[in-house]
């Protein structure tokens, strides 16, 4: 006992060694995988403006983008935490190029420069040099896109917050969708829709005093907190193609075509888009169906009262142009709203005395009214495409993709709360998220395509080593 306790008092703790900082480092770490995974020297070019060529040195600009892909690499909350743990992590200090007793450059500087000195541009070709990797290598399959949004919860206290009147936003396709009105209208023999007077709408929201470009977000039986939505596009490999933040309230279907412009300009070899219901609008069904591509989205579910007739009771009679309903009467066409919608109505006479009336309308007038978007049949089509083997295909593989796309964000790389205020700053935060995802993936890629028969040798070595111990048994086995 004696010999054990002086043995462990002589902890070698002020012995020096001669070692280089490679040696310290495993050979198949996940560092150094991702350091050979691009050329780190492409940064250069981005930065170069941004740094006067007189004055003291300043740190590598390189270094800089490293010690931040380190923080989203391991999910490490904070860049103060990151240069803690480079500090003392020699695998770290191997990956930004520091020795042993290098002083590692302090946390606000690597903050002054992502808040301050870079651009939300530089983030973007930082994002688009790691993907443009894994295009070059051939891991990115555009072919198919799967876009969904998740919520991250803002730095901001859901307490202060006050309501204010705002502008309302403007739809995208709110001028062709009124063209287009005006057409259906004329061919129903009606009056084009007066135009509005030039008035600007307000509506009502709360918003945080502490960050005032967050959106009150609840959903089910989520706590209403103050957040901000991601928004996000990556193909079947999990390769993250684009991504669009905005305020945490906004649909997810009002904030998709600007995702969409941005992955199909770079991408325009998409053939299949695939989203979850909240996407399944007739303007976005439109948009895609017109552009040559395939929707595949799920069914959504109709937003009938309880104990009334679903909508797809009331059957629609194209030659006709009516709707029928379950009572075999006549709805026919009446107007065509601002909205879009055409109005089909029914007789006030037949409905006052009709013996399903209490399941089909609770109108003084005793009028059904049913409505048809002028854009209906683009949702009519995605239907037809769900029921297809390319439609049920493609979304079964959402849960493979997107959503384990931000499983792994989330549980992994830190991406449930932001410690960042602004929309610019959560964008750019985000983007450096996806793109260290990016990184990772291509490195452990590149490494496997490199290593072929590393896996196989090290299964080949346990797999004999456990048959040599125990043999299986030519018997059959018997159950008591």
């Known amino acids: 006992m004696k010999m054990l306790e002086e043995k462990r008092n002589n902890n070698h703790r002020n012995d020096g060694e001669i070692v280089s900082l490679d040696m310290l480092v495993p ?8 350091d050979k995974a691009i050329d780190w020297k492409k940064i250069y070019p981005i930065v170069e403006s941004k740094y006067s060529k007189i004055g003291r040195p300043s740190v590598d600009p390189v270094v800089l983008v490293k010690m931040v892909m380190l923080q989203h690499l391991y999910g490490i909350r904070s860049l103060r935490q990151t240069v803690a743990e ?11 190029g520091y020795s042993l007793t290098e002083k590692i450059p302090h946390f606000s500087t690597v903050s002054y420069n992502f808040l301050h000195r870079f651009d939300s541009d530089m983030f973007e070709q930082i994002f688009t040099i790691v993907l443009n990797e894994g295009i070059d290598s051939g891991y990115v399959k555009p072919n198919v896109i799967f876009v969904d949004a998740t919520h991250i919860k803002a730095n901001a206290n859901k307490k202060k917050q006050m309501k204010v009147h705002v502008p309302k936003a403007v739809k995208i396709y709110e001028e062709q969708l009124h063209k ?5 209208r004329d061919d129903h023999d009606k009056k084009p829709l007066k135009d509005k007077e030039e008035k600007e709408e307000l509506v009502e929201k709360t918003v945080s005093t502490t960050d005032p470009e967050s959106g009150l977000f609840c959903k089910g039986e989520h706590e209403r907190c103050f ?4 928004q996000t596009a990556c193909d079947k490999n999990n390769f993250v193609l684009d991504v669009n933040v905005v305020a945490g309230n906004i649909h997810d279907s009002v904030s998709f075509d600007s995702l969409y412009d941005k992955v199909t300009g770079r991408f325009p070899q998409i053939e299949t888009v695939v989203a979850d219901a909240a996407y399944k609008t007739p303007w976005i069904c439109k948009r895609i169906i017109d552009d040559g591509r395939i929707p595949s989205m799920p069914y959504k579910r109709p937003m009938t009262k309880e104990g009334f007739f679903k909508k797809y009771e009331y059957v629609y009679d194209e030659y006709y142009d009516c709707f029928i309903c379950p009572n075999n009467k006549i709805l ?6 601002r909205d879009g919608n055409r109005e089909y109505k029914s007789n006030p ?4 005395n009709c013996p399903m009336r209490e399941q089909c309308t ?6 059904k009214i049913v409505t048809r978007h002028i854009w209906e049949e683009y949702i009519e089509k995605t239907e037809d495409i769900r029921h297809s083997k390319l439609g049920a295909e493609t979304y079964k593989l959402r849960s493979r993709t997107i959503e384990r796309v931000f499983a792994d964000a989330k549980e992994k790389h830190a991406m449930r709360y932001t410690p960042y205020r602004g929309l610019n700053q959560v964008a750019n935060w985000v983007r450096l998220k996806f793109a260290a995802m990016n990184l990772k993936k291509i490195a452990m890629w590149k490494f496997k395509d490199e290593n072929p028969h590393r896996k196989t040798t090290v299964f080949s070595f346990f797999h004999s080593l456990f048959f040599k111990i125990a043999p299986i048994s030519t018997q059959k086995p018997c159950f008591a």
Not at 27 to 34: A, D, P, W
Not at 227 to 230: F, L, R, S, T
Not at 332 to 337: I, M
């Open 27 to 34: 050979r198949f770490h996940l560092l150094r995988k991702i």
């Open 180 to 184: 287009e009105i005006d057409e259906d």
């Open 362 to 367: 609770h109108s003084r007038e005793m009028q």
């Open 349 to 352: 006479h037949e409905c006052a």
């Open 227 to 230: 957040a901000y939505a991601a």
């Open 332 to 337: 026919r066409y009446s107007t065509t709203n």
């Open 86 to 96: 480079i500090e003392v992590n020699v695998a770290y200090r191997w990956f930004i």
